[in-house]
C-alpha cells in the first residue's frame, strides 16, 4: 500500500486538496470526505497512467521492472 502525505484546504463552501509527493494529483469537493475520495482516484489514475507511458515508453527495449521500497524518514 503506498502511502502520501494529503493536504486539504477549505475554501468557501468547497474543500481542496492535494498530494506533497505527486505533483498534479489535485482534488475538489462539497465535504472532505468527498474530496478525500476524490483524491484517492485522482491518485490512482495517475499512478495508471504513469505505468501505462513508462511501458509503451519501454516496448521493444530490455528492462527490468521490480518493486521499489522507499522506508519513511
Known sequence: MDRFNA?????GDW???FVEELPGANAQGRSL???????REAVQLILEANRELARRESTGKTVLREELVVPSA
Open 33 to 39: 470526505d468527498d474530496v478525500r475520495e476524490n483524491l
Open 15 to 17: 474543500w481542496i486538496g
Open 7 to 11: 493536504v486539504f484546504e477549505q475554501v
